[in-house]
């Protein structure tokens, strides 16, 4: 009797002892991201856009925030050809709040608040020429969501926010595409 309950303890406590996985977080590689070429000798980035430090917007508790984001983005992937305009890209909004909301869709046993993370872009583009006049321009707006529970575990609040911040990037660019294309066609070399 003694053996098999030792055995049974025994045997709880290595089934008890197994690894927890742990997920990699995503890393966020702008390199990877399409690329735009347009007619422009000079690009100029201005972050117009002044961060809101509030219970809300977590943009200084993430590594690497929407406007640093937004900002590497566009120095990598928008490329220069051509030896006259100048490209001015003047970034509008780039914020990421969480919110705490009722879970409306919630079981018996399921947690009845969970958190919602919003992600919201709005970037204007103008194109000037070498005199200084403008010859066309657009803005460009995006916006994602996504929700967690409420209490998970800070690793996988990074990944959550990361993917998030990856798909409105994605969101954003053919965004962008689409506007230039339509408002810019004659500049760009697709």
Known sequence: ???????ILILFLVLSCQPVEILKPIEIDTSNLEKISINA??????????SVF??????????KSPIDLMVEWNNKNILKIG?????????????IT???IENVDAKKYEEKTIFKYEL???VEYELYDSSGFLIANTTVETSRSTTSQKYIS???TEIIINDLLILAMRDYINET?????IYMGDYLSI
Do not use: C, G, R, T
């Open 120 to 122: 919201f872009y709005l």
């Open 98 to 100: 969480k919110n705490e």
């Open 83 to 95: 030896n006259e305009n100048k490209l001015v890209i003047n970034i509008l909004d780039a914020s």
């Open 41 to 50: 000798k000079k690009i100029e980035i201005n972050k117009k856009y002044n």
């Open 177 to 181: 595409k689409n506007q230039l294309s």
């Open 154 to 156: 800070l690793n996988e």
């Open 54 to 63: 509030s219970q809300n917007n977590i943009e200084d508790q993430i590594q």
């Open 1 to 7: 009797m003694y053996l098999k309950n030792s055995f």
